[in-house]
């Protein structure tokens, strides 16, 4: 018994951790709207604080104060820098993008400042105290008042001071809240400064308890965010419980199932959680067959059928003058054939075994795995941040047919393509019902229980070290061995990525999805089956995903799990948006660009690592949030064929009006500004 | 109450069975009724209007009909498929087009292209085609942008295929909606106020049009506020009230039944002006 209380008490203490992160992520989304991603990093940051300034005989008091204070103004800093520049230009997903960015900017920075490696402090007050027979670190008992504390301070301010009713109007009315004369960018920044500054506070006090490195922010966030979605981001209190209950959960479970799957059972708490609600709620599942019960059943004929011979209703028409069918201009394959021209001539001029040669191989790879994610993320406007699951499920595949059973490497390659393809079915099918964020959410866990899954079965994956040894895969005289082969094979598979996906883009799919895209409802009325769409466009980039991940092993000759983290999902969102999301070149053009920026920063800082540098993390931040701040619409888009022909015009015309022609072609609105967005985003925060 | 079996202008006697057939339908929204215990019958080659003061459930009553909305109780049927719990696209696949109050634009399709979404369903190749543009694919594309155009120039705007629809006035988003609806091919046709910020030519443009659609054999459920329009073309006229029917009956007939007087036509006088944006 004593042993299960121990489980529940240090359970509450990390409890107190997400409870901690998810009130600050709903004192945030509250007042301002928005979803703030970076949430987990702040609290790294503090960590991060403490730990630097502990060591220098400085009081603890004052640590935790500087740790909460830097912390409270690094948030006030995203908010002027980010969120009140674009607040009025992009939708809820676009500054939840940006939050991301932010908080990668942030991991980039800590990288650099404070190294690799995870620190630690010791208790506050040294020792032990017991408790229902548990016996628990005097630590225990500064985080469980700092939680209780911060909640009783932060229910008072928003029920009963004027201030926190204010507060609450900026998001529930910006525009009545503006009349009755409230500050809403003071409101912001103070909601910020607060969310910020618990997140210091928790870094701070939970550092001994825990440890800290510049990549701890993730998982902690990803479980604020739960436990904030599971209080609809409104409830301070229900955020609070819930927290304190993933951390129980998350610790009985570890102690009496399993350990090394510990961080398993809260994702999958959150995944069924998120599936159930939806199945749940309202118009879910359940609602649906019920009333379909009731009113005569929805399987009175499997198949539909409609209520006269197809098409009676045909009205007589008067035939148009055959007008053929649109077509884009030949010039329209211009550009993108000089991007590929130069990707093809690249091993031309690279040496054999040099940094540029590897750098460019990776770019490729990345570039088949954007490729797919620009038609999740522009095309379905799915907003997936699992894509490097997919990458890592191929991977894996690969390495374990080839090296433990001696498969044929061809042969292993499409099973790896068809495991992910069956793998993004199933993801698909389980999370594109879900609206907006939790679609974010589930998507991550799902990679995320891979990992654990990937590092803990040792004995099926070789745990952190990985599976080593892959053969070479070979083609006529072409072989993986050789790097300008290796090149030369994922150019092919490249270019048939893009072929696939110009084709689905101006296919009836691909319209089908732009319609979904901007009116789901007007679009559902015409026949268009949107989950369906968005399902096979999952799929297809899934593919190219497992594509991706296939042929990585056979450059690496090896499948670990830190080549397919949270990391690359972050690149590959990062290239995708900075090429463009509407455009099918999006992923490719981003890719070279940004992996082309971050290999001559990496090779001109040192000569050490070559994949893993700091400035990598930095400047994926730092592009993603530039882009979306500055050009939102990515480079790809920006050099489309209606583009160039509006700045053609334009010079033609002398300076006339500012803004180029934006009617017309597939390249409108990128995702983020989407009202769809938006209002996806409503529906998963209730 | 339902619509009776009545006799077309066109000559035609309705079939006795009506096509789409919906009953006791309630719609909650939270504590709020908007939509009590309504029936809708709409039959073959009739046009079935639905009229109200603004607020009155109309616009839900389609939503439900059209499976956008799920009712609270009620059964809607569809040639004696019931299609509660289906989503819309498949109402849409069992011959229900409708279109919006608020017309649907589709940012980033030109008209021409969201005239070929309904098209879709009629298209002969796989979806694996697609992937590699095979020629059945391409053939599939050019006769979906060839019947856009036909649809179009059905309503008389074959020359907007290729602008965006945002960039038309008004009046022809409507138009470009009915033609939309009507390349799904359907039996039945919701049009929500689809006179609403038409001129009195385009009205009367539209009037004809509506005619020739029942003409044709399709069942019209017609949502609208202009009486003279209802007057002109409506076999069966419904009026709710505050979500309840409390009319049914030919045009004429209604328009002489107190209650309507008293709830509806009374205000029609105050109203024409303000136009309410709402789904
Ligand atoms: N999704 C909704 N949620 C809450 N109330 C709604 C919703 N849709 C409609 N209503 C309410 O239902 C009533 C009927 O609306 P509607 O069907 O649009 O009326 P009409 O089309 O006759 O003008 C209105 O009072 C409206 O506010
Ligand atoms: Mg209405």
Known sequence: MAQVFQYIFSGLSSGCIFALIALGFVIIA????????????????????????HTDKFPIAASVVLSVVVVALVAVLQERFTVSIVRDKVGVVGLAVISLGVGVLLEGLALIVWGKNARSIPSFEPGTFTLLGAHLDNQTLWIWGATLVSLVLMLVLFQRTTLGKAMRACALNPTAARLLGIRLDRMAILAFAIGGGLAGLVGAIALPLTSVSWE???????????????????????????????????????????????????????????????VLGEGGFVARVRLARASGGLRQRRRLRRAVSAGAGHVALARASGDRMRREPRWAMLLPLVLLTLMALAPLVL??????????????????????????????????LGHAGLVLISGYTVAILTVNHA???????????????VGAFIIGWLTLRLQGFNLAIATLAIHLILLVFVTQATSFTGGERGIVGVPALKVFSLTTESQHDFYWITFVALLICLLVARNLTKSRVGRSLRAVGSEQDGASMLGVNAFRMKLMVFVIGGAMAGLAGGLWVFYLSLAAPENWGFALTISLVTYVVVGGLTNVYGGVVGAVVVGAVQYLVTSQTAGLGESSSEYEVLLNGAFLIIFLLIFRQGIAVALSVERVKGYVARIRRGKGALRGPTEGGPSAGPMVQTGTAGSAVAGASR | MSAPAA????????????????????KRFGGFVAVSNVDVDVHAGHITAMIGPNGAGKSTVINLLSGALLPTKGSVTIGGQSIVGRGSHEVARMGVARTFQTPRLFDGLSVGESMMLPRALFAKSSYLECFVHSPRTRKDEAGGWESALDWLSFVGLADVAEMPM???????????????ALALEPDIVLLDEPAAGLDHTETERLARLIEQIAQSGIGVLLVEHDMHLVMSVADTVVVLDAGVCIATGTATAVSEDPTVIEAYLGVVNDKGAGEVKDV
């Not at chain 1, 509250?30 to 300034?53: D, E, L, P, W």
């Open chain 1, 407 to 421: 498969w044929n490497p061809w042969v292993a390659l499409a099973v790896g393509v068809l495991l992910a393809v």
């Open chain 2, 7 to 26: 006799t077309t202008p066109a000559g035609g006697v309705a079939a006795s069975e009506p096509l789409l057939c919906a009953r006791g339908l309630i």
């Open chain 1, 30 to 53: 509250r007042v301002t709207g928005v979803y703030n991603f970076a949430q987990g990093q702040y609290m790294m940051v503090g960590g991060m604080v403490m730990a630097s300034t």
């Open chain 1, 216 to 278: 701890s922010g993730v998982t902690v966030g990803l479980v604020g965010f739960i436990a904030a979605a599971v209080a609809g981001f409104d409830r301070p209190a229900v955020a609070v419980a819930a927290g304190l209950g993933l951390g129980v959960v998350e610790n009985v479970a570890a102690g009496e199932i399993s350990s090394s799957y510990r961080q398993l059972f809260v994702y999958g708490v959150l995944l069924v959680y998120l599936l159930v609600r939806d």
């Open chain 1, 351 to 384: 040496e054999s075994g040099s940094q540029a040669m590897s750098a460019a191989i990776v770019i490729l790879l990345s570039a088949v795995a954007a490729t797919g994610l620009t038609l999740i993320l522009g095309l379905g406007r799915m907003f997936s």
């Open chain 2, 166 to 180: 945002s960039a038309l006035p008004v009046g022809s988003q409507r138009l470009v909606e009915v033609a939309r």
